[in-house]
C-alpha cells in the first residue's frame, strides 16, 4: 500500500463539482482579476478570523513583505524572526531591505520567549516576527504580544501554519496587530495556486497593504507609493470561496488523525508533540521527535519502504542556511533550534486520510 505525506485530492464530491461550475462561470466571463470573487472572499475570511480588514494578495510570502512595508520597515532595520521556521520569513525581511536576526525555539519548536526578551534587549529591533507553527503557536503567546505591546515594537504573525486554529477559545489571529497568512495548496485552507492574505485591525494598515499590493496606485493612473503586483487572481479567490465551506468539515478530519497520533503513538515509544489545552488545532502536522537519530533514521527508512511519505519540518534552521550567512555574522544561540531540526519527524496528515491507511501506518511503525 502507499500512503503519501500529503493528498491533494482529497476532497469532497459536491466540492469538484462546484468548482468546474465555477471555472465555466468564470471563464465564460472572462472574470479574471478582481471583481466579485475577491470581495466575497475578503469577506468570508475577516469573519472567519474575527478580523475587520481582510487584504487578499499573490501569496504568503508577498503577504509577509506588504505587511513589513505596511509598517514601514525599511532598509538597515532589525527584525527579529524565528531561527524555526520556513526560509520566506527570513527572506521577506531581507526582501524590503532590513536585517533579520534569528532567535531560537523552545524545546517544542515555537518561538522561545526567554531567548525573544534577550534579542530585544540585545538588538534593539523595529519589528518582531513570531511564525505561528504545526497548527498551533507558542503558549507564551499573549507574553509575546505584550512584550512588543510594551516596548511600542510591532509585531507581526507569520500565520501560514495556523489558519483555523484557535487559542483559548478565539481564533489564534483574532488579536494579532497584523498578521499574514499563506493559501498555497498543502496548507490547510488551500488554493489551486499561489495566494495569501494580510489581517489587521487598523485601517490605516489595511489601506496601506492594500495600496502597496496594486502597484502602490491611489488612482488607476495615480501612484502613491511604490508597489509591486501582488494581486490575487479571481480563480484563487473562487477556488478558496468553495474551499473555505468545507473547511469545518477538513478539519474535522485532520484532527480525527491527528488525535489517533496522539493515542497510538506513545504506545509505541514514539514522541508526539501536542499543544496545550489552550489551543484548538488546526490538524495541519503531526509532530514527532527522536532524541536517537539512529533510531529516526531506521523508522524513515522502514517508511520508506513500506511507501508511506514522511517530512521533515524543518530539518535545518535559518542561520544553517548558506543564504543567510550575509544577514548572521554574529554570535547566535540556537541550542533548542538546532535539536528540533535534527530530531523531528512528521507522519501523514491530510483529510480524509482513511482508517485502512492509518492502520497501515501504525503497524509498519509496530515492526520498526
Request: charged share 20%; net charge negative.
Amino acid at each position: 500500500m502507499k500512503v503519501p505525506f500529503i493528498d491533494l485530492t482529497r476532497t469532497e464530491p459536491i466540492f469538484k463539482e462546484r468548482w468546474l461550475d465555477k471555472i465555466t462561470q468564470l471563464s465564460a466571463n472572462a472574470s479574471f482579476v478582481g471583481g466579485k470573487e475577491i470581495e466575497i472572499l475578503e469577506d468570508k475570511l475577516s469573519k472567519f478570523v474575527e478580523i475587520e480588514y481582510a487584504i487578499s494578495c499573490a501569496n504568503g510570502t508577498d503577504a509577509l513583505q506588504l505587511a513589513l512595508r505596511a509598517l514601514e520597515i525599511k532598509s538597515g532595520d532589525v527584525v527579529l524572526v524565528p531561527n524555526l521556521t520556513f526560509w520566506a520569513t527570513f527572506e521577506a525581511v531581507v526582501n524590503v531591505g532590513a536585517v533579520p536576526k534569528c532567535v531560537d525555539s523552545d524545546a517544542f519548536g515555537q518561538l522561545d520567549l526567554s531567548s525573544l526578551k534577550s534579542a530585544i534587549d540585545y538588538f534593539n529591533p523595529q519589528c518582531v516576527i513570531i511564525a505561528h507553527l504545526f497548527g498551533y503557536s507558542s503558549n507564551n503567546l499573549f507574553q509575546i504580544r505584550q512584550i512588543c505591546f510594551d516596548k511600542n515594537i510591532p509585531l507581526l504573525e507569520d500565520g501560514a501554519q495556523c489558519f483555523g486554529a484557535k487559542f483559548k477559545g478565539e481564533p489564534l489571529l483574532k488579536g494579532a496587530f497584523i498578521s499574514t497568512t499563506s493559501f498555497y495548496p498543502a496548507k490547510v485552507l488551500g488554493a489551486a495556486g499561489d495566494a495569501g492574505a494580510v489581517f489587521t485591525n487598523d485601517r490605516d494598515l489595511s489601506e496601506k497593504v492594500r495600496t502597496l499590493s496594486n502597484h502602490g496606485r491611489s488612482s488607476h493612473y495615480g501612484y502613491s507609493n511604490v508597489g509591486w503586483n501582488s494581486r490575487m487572481d479571481s480563480i484563487q479567490a473562487a477556488y478558496l470561496n468553495i474551499a473555505i465551506d468545507f473547511l469545518p468539515h477538513r478539519i474535522e478530519s485532520r484532527i480525527d488523525i491527528i488525535n489517533k497520533y496522539y493515542l497510538e503513538l506513545p504506545k509505541l515509544g514514539i514522541n508526539v508533540i501536542k499543544p496545550s489545552v489552550d489551543f484548538f488545532e488546526n490538524g495541519y502536522l503531526n509532530v514527532c521527535l527522536f532524541d536517537n537519530i539512529t533510531e529516526k533514521r531506521y523508522v524513515e527508512d522502514k517508511l520508506r519502504k513500506s511507501t508511506i511519505g514522511f517530512g521533515n519540518v524543518y530539518p535545518e534552521i535559518l542561520t544553517k542556511q548558506k543564504g543567510a550567512e550575509l544577514y548572521n555574522n554574529y554570535k547566535i544561540v540556537a541550542k533548542n533550534s538546532e535539536k528540533f531540526s535534527t530530531s523531528v519527524l512528521n507522519l501523514p496528515v491530510f483529510p480524509y486520510l482513511n482508517e485502512i491507511e492509518f492502520q497501515y501506518i501504525i503497524e509498519t511503525l509496530k515492526q520498526s
